[in-house]
């Protein structure tokens, strides 16, 4: 996205350290935009890019707020056979805190298909604690097992060169499908890393995670349209992205305090909410899938920088998003 997302590539990545990178950018040269499951294209829309842009606008103005500490991507999913996006920011990459879970879930069921690993009750427990708690802890299991590697003491450098080796498996698997400017390979944690974990950012916090909106919103996408692994997985994993923000919650769960915001003060009783969403002390993001009782169909990820505590941003955007999207024509 941002005029266009890149063609599938079938790349073997064996850098340790990075996925997307310089190398990987300047071969981004398509025009057209092509998930690689099926040919549907996803292509730039000005009327789009008119809405968010104002969306986004307005919000920041009425907050006070730096343009450089929001992005947002938002792609229209009514014609299933050609979506249409805008994006604001949509490449800058962004620490994307419990979002990073999104790439972990379709790689474990990538996984699972391919025979690499067994569904196991734990597994599925684990999973599930993943997307719809959100858990750190499940999240660590989760990637020790998509990666064979775990935690511990520091290792030698020829050691620990291969088990960085493994730790990258997830970022090869999304670079094999277009995805650039990401980095998808930390455990995520209520506190700090340790160990081999701290010695693969270098000890300088290098190596974190990052994700931009423009890749968080195609990957939902395809959950959405049933092309992420494929049609049985994708509506598995919807399942666990299923949110109920009229039903009794946390005011700062997945559901209520975040995008759910918007469909709860326009009370949208109607409408449904699919989400994932990432929050730590300087981030506070959502990537959200809604639909309205009057046929808007659409994915909207906004990451937000050193406004953690601004509880209203995103539903801000959104809720201007919903006002306006039934005037964007098909």
Partial sequence: MKNSIAIFLSLAVVCIFCVGGDAQEKRAVAKKTVL?????????????????????????????????????????????????????????????????KLFYMVALHQWLKDGKIKLTPELERGLKDMIVDSSNEATQYILDVLTDTSSGGEMPKKEFAIWSYKRNAVNRYFASLGYERINVNQKTHCEDAYGREQQFRN?????????????????????????????????????????????????????????????IDKNLTGARLWSKAGWTSKTRHDA???????????????????????????????????????????
């Fill in 288 to 330: 959200a899938y809604i639909e309205t009782p009057t046929g808007e169909k659409f994915v909207l990820v906004i990451f937000t920088e050193n406004l953690a505590t601004e509880r209203d941003i995103i539903p801000m955007i959104a809720g201007k998003i919903l006002d306006d999207m039934s005037k964007i024509r098909l």
């Fill in 36 to 100: 690689p499951y099926r040919s549907v294209k996803i292509e730039s829309s000005p009327d789009l890019q008119t809405l968010l842009n104002t969306a986004v606008g307005e919000t920041l103005n009425s907050k006070e707020i730096k343009s450089d500490n929001v992005a947002a991507t938002l792609i229209d999913l009514r014609d299933a056979n050609e979506l249409r996006s805008a994006n604001v920011r949509g490449d800058e990459k962004i620490y994307p805190a419990s979002v990073v």
């Fill in 203 to 263: 000890y300088k916090g290098e190596n974190r995670n990052m994700l931009n909106t423009n890749a968080t919103a195609r990957l939902l996408a395809e959950i959405v349209l049933g092309k992420a692994v494929n049609a049985v997985r994708s509506e598995m994993m919807m399942d666990l992205l299923k949110r109920q923000p009229f039903a009794d919650g946390d005011k700062d769960d997945q559901a209520h305090g975040f995008t759910g915001i918007a469909l």
